[in-house]
């Protein structure tokens, strides 16, 4: 039952949205139909959502096959589903649990913090409470003490991160319908703040004039089709056909193959944007119920692609720039005597793509250039120095990708690395939360104060 539960019903993104959705309809007392309706719908948004990162991610690692036999790179690939896969065996009754209990966690600190987020990217749970598991089983923590602990760590990141990052997705949104709750939040936070740096009076990726003869650049689907073209053609001719056409394309022409999965890349984009469209525009107003019954002004916090339909030309700005600086660490990783980190195409689109887009919010174009770079830096160093905390676990070829993994199991690590006792941990981790919730809040409030002002000063 504890199986069903955890991997089937809670495990599944699509089912988890959709049963907040139906509880949050339920509490409005709307109508069968409309309960039934909208339910569906917030699934059918999430299948959808779902269905286009698949063809998008097989598009990218036929790419990624392509790259690795022309370039004979050879290294660690951070992938989340392949570590937590690795680790289920020793670690899936203690994962589960942390992620059920950390759930309860969110809600019980969201009604009774400031902050009001409610964690709906079910899988990134189910990936954070594994590291968590991970992390603490190395410091000697086994049974209920695990479990209780690793549960209030979960829960506090999944209502703090989502917080630390509303006032610059609010700025990408125009609202706090909704706010991002995906664990690679350090790498948006890094981009946005760089992008405020780098970007003063830089006009947004948005903005971007073209000759009228270029006019169906205008047209995402076009554009990301001729990118992802060329990006494909060109590591086809160092491919060469012969690997392509025997591995790949099951004897297509090498250029025609190439050709295909550009344009299945740019399906797979068309097809998440239009599931997210889907998605909002049921989620939220369904929302509403457990804001007003369960906790009051909840918020939900959802998976990173929420952000892509604000800003379409950030999108591929920031998947490509995070790749090259993906590419340039895996360079200067064993000169500083890291181990290689081969940059994976899915983490640099999906985390590299929102952090273009936050990059763009706080500064236009240049912000969503070195914006996404910077998360490309942090995508590759973090995988690298997280390795020796994951002890033997982590040398299996991969690791976890999204910034967030990195900083919160390095921080965890170099706690009970330097604290023999685990009582000594749970009070410095119980302080270090305290005051984290305490900062934060007040950085909220001095948020909101000048926001007013500038209001103030506007009118």
Same mark, same amino acid.
């Given at each position: ?76 690939? %951070? ?10 065996? &020793? ?28 964690? =709906? ?14 992390? =603490? ?55 946005? &703040? ?46 060469? %056909?012969? /690997? ?13 193959? $190439?050709?295909?999965?550009? =344009? ?47 800003? @379409? @030309? ?14 340039? $660490? ?64 982590? /040398? ?18 170099? =706690? ?29 409030? $001095? ?13």
């Amino acid at each position: 039952m504890v199986d069903l539960i955890m991997k089937d019903i809670l495990g599944t993104p699509a089912i988890l949205v959709g049963l907040f959705a139906l509880i949050g309809l339920l509490l409005q007392k709307k109508d069968v139909a409309n309960v039934i309706s909208g339910t569906l719908k917030t699934i059918m948004g999430f299948v959808i959502l779902g269905a286009g990162a698949g063809v998008l991610v097989a598009s990218l690692d036929n790419f990624s096959s392509m790259f690795d036999h022309a370039f004979e790179i050879q290294g660690i690939i %951070p992938n989340n589903e392949a570590i937590v896969a690795l680790a289920q065996d &020793a670690f899936g009754a203690e994962t589960a649990m942390i992620m059920l209990f950390g759930m309860v966690a969110n809600i019980l600190l969201a009604r009774i913090t400031p902050f009001k987020y409610i964690f =709906l990217t079910g899988h990134h749970t189910m990936f954070m409470a594994c590291l968590i598991a991970v992390i =603490l089983s190395t410091g000697g923590f086994s049974g209920a003490t695990m479990i209780i602990t690793g549960s209030l760590i979960l829960g506090s990141l999944m209502v703090l991160l989502p917080a630390l990052l509303q006032p610059y997705t609010r700025k990408i949104t125009g609202s706090d319908d909704f706010a991002i709750g995906h664990f690679g939040s350090f790498g948006y936070l890094i981009a946005a &703040a760089v992008g405020k740096a780098v970007g003063k009076n830089s006009k947004s990726t948005e903005e971007i004039k073209v000759p009228k003869s270029f006019n169906f650049l205008r047209d995402t689907s076009v554009s990301v089709s001729l990118t992802m073209a060329i990006l494909f053609f060109v590591v086809a001719l160092f491919t060469g %056909p012969t /690997f392509i056409e025997s591995e790949l394309s099951g004897g297509t022409n090498f250029l025609v193959f $190439s050709f295909m999965q550009a =344009l299945t890349f740019a399906a797979g984009v068309y097809i998440i944007l239009a599931g997210v469209r889907m998605l909002l525009s049921e989620i939220v107003p369904a929302f509403k119920g457990i804001a007003d019954k369960v906790v009051p002004n909840a918020i939900p916090a959802l998976d990173a692609p929420s952000v892509f339909p604000f800003a @379409n @030309n950030a999108v591929i700005i920031g998947f490509f720039f995070s790749f090259v600086a993906g590419l340039l $660490s895996m360079f200067l990783l064993p000169i500083l005597g890291l181990k290689v980190i081969v940059p994976g195409l899915v983490p640099h689109f999906f985390t590299g793509a929102a952090a273009g887009v936050f990059g763009n919010a706080t500064g236009g174009r240049k912000g969503a250039v070195f914006g996404s770079m910077a998360n490309g830096v942090i995508i590759s160093f973090l995988p690298a120095l997280l390795l020796p905390v994951l002890g033997s676990l982590g /040398f299996q070829g991969t690791t976890f990708g999204d910034s967030d993994f990195g900083v919160v199991g390095l921080l965890l690590g170099g =706690l009970i690395e330097l604290l023999s006792s685990n009582v000594l941990f749970l009070i410095i981790v119980a302080a270090l939360l305290i005051a984290v919730f305490v900062g934060a809040a007040l950085i909220k409030r $001095s948020l909101a104060k000048n926001n007013l002002e500038e209001k103030h000063d506007a009118i």
